[in-house]
């Protein structure tokens, strides 16, 4: 860890690997594609297909990637059915769906003002001489 980042997750060991779990965890749930997927989730068991028409934009790769993740961090739960071919459900767990309000909040939150950080941008990049994204 470099001089920088032990001053942003703390001083002392304890306090770093904390800190540092703490902005891990919210990078992970405030992630591009963590929300959409914790969302679909939380409703009942989703399947791969499933989620990846739900995550528009999303691909094969970084959707497997996520998945990955998120059930590494005890968000989601893999269940395996042994059939054939093999049936595979993603259910949030309950420290997810304990997000799920928040989650809900935040996207309602970004679809009210999207037009308004829209024109702020488009005004702040005329005012600096920035193209428009």
Same mark, same amino acid.
């Given at each position: 860890?470099?001089?920088?980042?032990?001053? /942003?997750?703390?001083?002392? $060991?304890?306090?770093?690997?904390? =800190?540092?779990?703490? %902005?891990?965890?919210?990078?992970?749930?405030?992630?591009?594609?963590?929300?959409?997927?914790?969302?679909?989730?939380?409703?009942?068991?989703? %399947?791969?297909?499933?989620?990846? /028409? /739900?995550?528009?934009?999303?691909?094969?790769?970084?959707?497997?990637?996520?998945?990955?993740?998120?059930?590494?961090?005890?968000?989601?739960?893999?269940?395996?059915?042994?059939?054939?071919?093999?049936?595979?459900?993603?259910?949030?767990?309950?420290?997810?769906?304990?997000?799920?309000?928040?989650?809900?909040?935040?996207?309602?939150? =970004?679809? /009210?003002?999207?037009?308004?950080?829209? $024109?702020? %941008?488009?005004?702040?990049?005329? %005012?600096?001489?920035?193209?428009?994204?």
């Amino acid at each position: 860890m470099g001089e920088a980042e032990a001053d /942003r997750c703390g001083s002392g $060991a304890a306090e770093q690997a904390g =800190a540092c779990t703490v %902005r891990e965890a919210l990078d992970r749930v405030g992630g591009k594609w963590a929300i959409g997927i914790l969302i679909a989730a939380s409703a009942g068991p989703v %399947r791969f297909t499933e989620l990846e /028409r /739900r995550v528009g934009g999303i691909s094969r790769r970084m959707l497997t990637l996520t998945l990955r993740n998120l059930e590494r961090d005890g968000l989601l739960h893999r269940h395996v059915h042994p059939c054939v071919p093999p049936k595979v459900e993603y259910t949030a767990t309950p420290m997810a769906r304990e997000l799920y309000e928040s989650l809900v909040a935040l996207t309602s939150w =970004a679809e /009210r003002h999207r037009e308004a950080i829209s $024109a702020a %941008r488009a005004e702040y990049d005329s %005012r600096h001489g920035h193209p428009s994204a």
